[in-house]
């Protein structure tokens, strides 16, 4: 069988590559691995299962668990949740298996399946490829009063969104109020528990992009497509607006004059929150490699680290764990608050930046223009053999040239795709022309040295 596993579980076109009947040789073999690990002292395991809005996570929802349950694992129901919120239920809940049915911030279409350990995190390499091993094997199936259970979680909305809320400084005083905020939902999984959160916190909540028909998801609207928020945070006068993505596990921001605001400069402005309360662990912040060089510039500025990682919010999580620390994420959106949460989370985000907007007295503009972002160009070249990137010596003699021409004013990185063959060549500059300048010059020396 081919490799199933992604670098965030499964994910492909609902029907086509993600079929029920892998979706239900997930859940056995998901169950399998769990068995194998746990000690359950006669008791049955027990998985908590959410999707997001799009109609395809009916079809597989209802596979996975069957595979869960026919395999002796208790499933409680979470229905459409956030993947943080289903991150949440896992740890409150004792679950020792958590399942996300969604596709974040593709399109309709696809769809994809997630699993969560013991905790509300993700699961590491090396437990997928064990459940990858599993699927299609013969199995010795559990009969009788051995098969699992399938129970419905009631109040998953109105509990996830009081959590979220209690995270606040005094959550019990509405401390959002006086605040008006835009939320684009993405018609997504944020739909009901988002506008919900921000109300309850005493904010006063215009939305869009809430209307889930189960086909919308993401479609011109969310994190992807920040004009519809753009245009309503200027039609309300809003303080600001923020956009989830499908599976609102990250956001991006507007600020109340239209411009956006990006995950590096949201988490500058959670950064030097913390920093000042003497909250932020270790004074640092994790980061990736693509986080535009303005923020290391911010932050060190305030006295401030910033640790890169390679890029995805798994490795940031990884970093985080390992060393202790308390906030980090992506320029996508994906900013992960460890002290309240185990994965990004979009409404989580918003809540505290609006809550820094008060307490501070500052716009969202004031706050995020502490980062001036340096002119940044990605140049994709295909077609050429990536695996080469880091030993060709012409290459990094070219790579090594520029870096030293820019000084500590820009940078160079040279990236080779994970999925496809090609190299992602990325420069930041103090200006945009020197930056097209330098990216695509260097991207006629990968062409010329890498070719296949």
Do not use: K, W
């Given at each position: 069988m081919p490799k199933v596993f992604g670098t965030d579980g499964v994910?492909?076109?609902?029907?086509?590559?993600?079929?029920?009947?892998?979706?239900?040789?997930?859940?056995?073999?998901?169950?399998?691995?769990?068995?194998?690990?746990?000690?359950?002292?006669?008791?049955?395991?027990?998985?908590?299962?959410?999707?997001?809005?799009?109609?395809?996570?009916?079809?597989?929802?209802?596979?996975?668990?069957?595979?869960?349950?026919?395999?002796?694992?208790?499933?409680?129901?979470?229905?459409?949740?956030?993947?943080?919120?289903?991150?949440?239920?896992?740890?409150?809940?004792?679950?020792?298996?958590?399942?996300?049915i969604s596709a974040s911030h593709n399109a309709m279409p696809d769809n994809g399946i997630k699993f969560l350990a013991h905790g509300g995190v993700k699961l590491d390499d090396a437990l997928e490829a064990e459940i990858e091993a599993c699927l299609g094997e013969e199995w010795d199936r559990p009969v009788g009063a051995d098969v699992g259970r399938v129970m419905p979680h009631d109040g998953t909305v109105a509990q996830y969104a009081a959590y979220l809320v209690s995270t606040l400084e005094g959550s019990r005083d509405r401390p959002l109020t006086g605040l008006t905020v835009v939320l684009d939902c993405a018609h997504g999984?944020?739909?009901?528990?988002?506008?919900?959160?921000?109300?309850?916190?005493?904010?006063?909540?215009?939305?869009?992009?809430?209307?889930?028909?189960?086909?919308?998801?993401?479609?011109?609207?969310?994190?992807?497509?920040?004009?519809?928020?753009?245009?309503?945070?200027?039609?309300?006068?809003?303080?600001?607006?923020?956009?989830?993505?499908?599976?609102?596990?990250?956001?991006?921001?507007?600020?109340?004059?239209?411009?956006?605001?990006?995950?590096?400069?949201?988490?500058?402005?959670?950064?030097?929150?913390?920093?000042?309360?003497?909250?932020?662990?270790?004074?640092t912040l994790v980061a990736t490699v693509m986080s535009n060089l303005g923020l290391v510039q911010a932050l060190s500025a305030a006295g401030v680290e910033v640790l890169q990682t390679a890029v995805g919010d798994r490795y940031v999580l990884e970093a985080m764990r390992a060393g202790g620390y308390s906030l980090g994420g992506e320029q996508s959106g994906h900013v992960i608050m460890r002290e309240h949460a185990t994965t990004g989370d979009g409404i989580l985000t918003a809540l505290h930046v609006l809550q820094r907007m008060k307490t501070s007295r500052r716009s969202l503009a004031d706050l995020a223009g502490v980062m001036t972002r340096l002119p940044q160009v990605l140049v994709n070249v295909p077609d050429v053999d990536k695996s080469r990137t880091e030993t060709d010596e012409v290459l990094a003699g070219a790579v090594a040239t520029e870096a030293e021409l820019l000084g500590d004013t820009g940078r160079v990185l040279l990236r080779p795709s994970g999925t496809e063959d090609l190299v992602r060549v990325m420069v930041e500059a103090p200006t945009q022309e020197a930056a097209d300048v330098i990216a695509h010059r260097l991207a006629d020396v990968v062409k010329a040295q890498l070719t296949q």
């Open positions: 994910r492909g076109l609902a029907n086509g590559r993600l079929t029920a009947e892998l979706a239900l040789d997930l859940g056995v073999a998901a169950a399998r691995v769990l068995v194998g690990h746990g000690e359950f002292s006669g008791r049955r395991p027990l998985a908590v299962v959410g999707r997001d809005t799009r109609i395809s996570g009916q079809f597989l929802e209802h596979a996975v668990v069957a595979g869960l349950t026919s395999a002796g694992v208790d499933v409680l129901r979470l229905r459409v949740l956030p993947t943080p919120g289903v991150a949440y239920f896992t740890d409150l809940l004792g679950a020792d298996l958590g399942v996300v999984a944020a739909s009901e528990v988002g506008p919900r959160a921000l109300r309850d916190a005493g904010a006063t909540v215009i939305t869009i992009g809430a209307e889930p028909d189960g086909l919308n998801i993401n479609d011109g609207c969310g994190s992807t497509h920040l004009e519809p928020l753009q245009a309503a945070v200027l039609a309300h006068g809003a303080d600001a607006g923020f956009a989830v993505d499908g599976d609102a596990d990250r956001c991006l921001a507007v600020d109340h004059t239209g411009t956006v605001v990006d995950g590096d400069q949201l988490m500058v402005v959670l950064a030097l929150a913390l920093h000042e309360s003497g909250r932020l662990a270790h004074d």
